[in-house]
Each structure stands twice: as structure tokens, then as C-alpha cells.
């Protein structure tokens, strides 16, 4: 018995650590890499401009940090191969509270550089340009970015976007930014329009109940394919990825998920056939609700909040 959840853990670790490549994945991947060949083409010439940053912003759960992890590492591998062999791409999480000190020293950490004494933020952040140099980092990653606008002070924020465009003007090593967050990202940008001229943005839009239906019916049968898992008629019946799209809060990340969980449950039985009761029951799981709003139970689904569903386990 132990062997088996041993086992399913395995198997599901799995199917977590595969990322898969979405439609809005290769455009993204497009703006990066030429951003990244133009500061390359600058530093083989000897010149250098201003960098350039890119923010991405869509709800929680449609697959930012996985995306942004998965580009990182995919364009990392690709430096190894290029003019500066030895550039690198450095990625963190906004700190909470996001003061410009704070992030400074999440950022020197990023770096792999523990600051030994207490230091003051203008200190922090010349060893963090020093660092950036040093390390040959063309870009620095700032994943939970909104929360660059939470709670903190107006003064804070002014602090930290403008901090943010010196490293991107700066004259020796310019470092371009990569911003990830939920939708609050905006207002960064609508705070600061000298900051937003130097970013392009990109927005992960929900998922529509319509549109992609035949998409994510698609990803319940790779998912499925991946585990062994024969699918039984009503999985394949549009319906059921309706109403996946709608637990789901309409987003991508929580689609997957909640796919895996459904096969988690289908392994935990010893199921071979991923089935449509394999799917209510992780939901139930996941959110302790009744019958009564369980999207794969009830007909008039739609008027289940997915979003409140979530928040209440959450909380
Ligand atoms: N392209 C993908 N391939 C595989 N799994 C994915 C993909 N995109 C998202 N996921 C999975 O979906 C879940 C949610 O994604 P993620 O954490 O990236 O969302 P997010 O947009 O960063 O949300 P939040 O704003 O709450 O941080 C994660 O478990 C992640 O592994
Ligand atoms: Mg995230």
C-alpha cells in the first residue's frame, strides 16, 4: 500500500515537472530572445543603449512563474551556446515588504552575494550594480512584481521604479527587467510612465469557456497519455472541459492542475481509465465544498464563483 502512494507520488511529480508549451508561450519567448540578441550585439560592438524590459501580468493561477521559470532556463541554456557564454539571467520574488533596501538585499542574495552587515539602501544597491556587472546578468526577473505596489508607500514605490530604470540606463552594464504579476502590475506601470516606455507588456488572458474547449480537451488526453491512463467516453465529451474551464477560474495553471489532481485520484485507486467521477472527486478534495457547488456535479454550474471556491481554501 505504501509502495503504491509511494509510487503515485512519483508519478505525479512527474507530470508536474513537464511544462507545456502553450500558444502565447512562443511569442513571449520571441520578445525575450531579441532583447537578449540585441544587448548581446551591443556588447560584442562595444557599444552600449538602454535595456529594455518586458512585464507580464495575468490573474493568479494562469501560469506566470511557470512560464517565466520555464523561459529563464530555456534561455540560460541558450547563452551557454552564445557570444557571452558566461551571461547570466537572475530570477526572485518580490520581498514582502517591498522597501528599496529590501529588495535590494533580495537581490544581492539572488546574486549569491550574503551581505555580512547592516547597510543602507544607496550601499545595497551600488553593490547590486557592481554584482550585476560582475556576473555579466543580462536580465534580472522580478516574479510577484504587484506586490512592488502593495501596501507599500507612494515614496517606496517612486524608489524602486526608479531604481529600476537606472539599472536599465545604466551606462556601463545596462540590465534588462522582467516583471511578472497579477493585474495590480499595471498600476506600477501607470504609476511610472518612464518606467512603462522601456517595457513591453504582455497579457496572459483568462481562458474562454468557448474558444478553448477543444484545447483543453487536448490537454486532458496528453495529460492522460503521459500517465497511461485509457480515457473513458464522457472525458471526451466537451462538456466536461466546459465545466473543467469553470473550476478552473478560466485559468491555464489551474486546468493543469486540476487535471493532475484528477489523475492523482485515478492512480490512488488503481484506476487504468481516467473517468469523469475521477475529476468531481478532486475537485471536493481541493476545495472541501458540497455536492451542491461542485461544477462536475451540478447542471447550472455556472453560477459557481471558481474563484471564491479557491479564496475560501486559501484562507
Ligand atoms: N505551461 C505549463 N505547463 C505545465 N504546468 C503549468 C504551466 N503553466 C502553469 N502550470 C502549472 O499551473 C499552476 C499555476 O501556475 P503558476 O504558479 O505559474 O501561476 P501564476 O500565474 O504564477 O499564479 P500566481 O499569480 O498566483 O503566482 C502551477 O502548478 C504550474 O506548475
Ligand atoms: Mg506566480
Not at 269 to 277: D, F, T, V
Not at 282 to 295: E, G, H
Request: net charge neutral; glycine share 6%; hydrophobic share 45%.
Amino acid at each position: 500500500m505504501n509502495d503504491h502512494v509511494a509510487q503515485t507520488a512519483l508519478r505525479i511529480a512527474d507530470l508536474r515537472g513537464r511544462f507545456i508549451t502553450h500558444e502565447r508561450y512562443a511569442p513571449l519567448q520571441d520578445r525575450f530572445r531579441l532583447l537578449i540578441e540585441k544587448r548581446l550585439a551591443d556588447i560584442t560592438a562595444g557599444r552600449t543603449s538602454e535595456a529594455h524590459g518586458i512585464a507580464l501580468s495575468g490573474a493568479s493561477g494562469t501560469g506566470k512563474s511557470a512560464t517565466t521559470a520555464h523561459l529563464l532556463s530555456k534561455m540560460q541554456a541558450y547563452l551557454a551556446g552564445s557570444s557571452l557564454p558566461d551571461a547570466t539571467l537572475i530570477s526572485l520574488r518580490v520581498p514582502s515588504p517591498a522597501t528599496l533596501k529590501f529588495v535590494g538585499q533580495t537581490v544581492l542574495r539572488a546574486l549569491g552575494y550574503n551581505l555580512t552587515a547592516e547597510r543602507q539602501a544607496w550601499y545595497i544597491w551600488d553593490l547590486v550594480r557592481h554584482q550585476l556587472r560582475e556576473r555579466k546578468v543580462l536580465f534580472l526577473h522580478l516574479d510577484e512584481a504587484q506586490d512592488l505596489s502593495a501596501r507599500g508607500t507612494r515614496h517606496e514605490l517612486d524608489a524602486v521604479a526608479s531604481m529600476l530604470k537606472t539599472l536599465m540606463t545604466d551606462a556601463d552594464w545596462p540590465v534588462g527587467i522582467l516583471l511578472s504579476g497579477t493585474e495590480e502590475l499595471e498600476n506600477i506601470l501607470n504609476h511610472d510612465p518612464q518606467l512603462a516606455r522601456r517595457m513591453d507588456t504582455v497579457h496572459f488572458a483568462p481562458l474562454s469557456p468557448v474558444l478553448n474547449v477543444p484545447d483543453v480537451a487536448r490537454l486532458i488526453a496528453g495529460y492522460a497519455r503521459r500517465a497511461d491512463l485509457s480515457l473513458s467516453g464522457e472525458i471526451t465529451d466537451i462538456t466536461l472541459s466546459e465545466r473543467l474551464i469553470h473550476a478552473a477560474a478560466f485559468q491555464f495553471g489551474l486546468v493543469i492542475e486540476m487535471i493532475i489532481a484528477s489523475i492523482e485520484v485515478a492512480f490512488l485507486e488503481g484506476s487504468s481509465r481516467l473517468e469523469w467521477r475521477h475529476f468531481t472527486a478532486a475537485y471536493t478534495l481541493r476545495s472541501s465544498c458540497l455536492d451542491a457547488f461542485n461544477p462536475f456535479i451540478v447542471s447550472d454550474y455556472h453560477r459557481i464563483d471558481a474563484r471564491k471556491v479557491f479564496t475560501r481554501e486559501m484562507a
